[in-house]
């Protein structure tokens, strides 16, 4: 009998450890961040989907490499808000795009550009990007451009307005969202290049190390797509004024 109890407590912790799903993300306002409400939009959604599929979460917010790692390894469950590449596609379990996002070059007016045709036009600028952060393939492959990676897409921001880069990769919510934060920022003074560098969709990434995530992915996915057309996906967003 003992035994058998023994056995049981087992079998029920396993049980309860396996609808426990830990995320990792960084800090990418106004999308997800810690000192966002309930973690930002993205962390909602994804919380709402989990929940809805029968799974609780927990959220870390660290720096984006780590985040990576800790993923890759096994360390944490699930990457929340990547974009797709197939790089990240091999080395995680990517869930179907619930989110797209805009991603854009930034230049100042005084660079007297405001448009580019293909990846040669950006030849002669010196292009500031995020270390680790997927943009377009072509772009993130084209090594003829001269980038210049830093930590964040703030830095980067930084770098611009004190015109250390002559433009930079950044989201063009992101870009907004940062502006209104830092007054000293001159919006009038920056230009958004035509056309968009890309339209990236959000994915989770799930670790290949951790037991039985294809599952819980395939069941993400499907909690996104019922939230979607019961309109819970769409009063969240409007909820985070999206």
Known sequence: MRILL???????????????????????????????????????LATAAFKRAGFNTTISFIPWARALKQVEDGDSDVLLGAYYNKERATTYIPSEGFYAIETALIAHKSLGITKWENLEDLTPYIIGVARGYANSEAFDNADFLQKHPVGTPIQNLQKLSLGRVDMIVIAAGRLNYEVRKKPN?????????????????????????????KAKVAAFNKAIKDMKADGTFHDILTSYGF
């Open 6 to 44: 023994t056995t049981i407590c087992v079998l029920l912790s396993f049980e309860i450890h396996a609808r426990e799903i830990s995320m990792v993300a960084t800090d990418w306002e106004p999308y997800y961040g810690s000192e966002l409400k309930e973690g930002g939009v993205i962390t909602k």
């Open 185 to 213: 920022i001159d919006i009038n003074s920056l230009i958004q290049l035509t056309p968009v560098l890309a339209k990236n969709s959000l994915h989770i990434m799930a670790s290949r190390k951790t037991k039985g995530m």
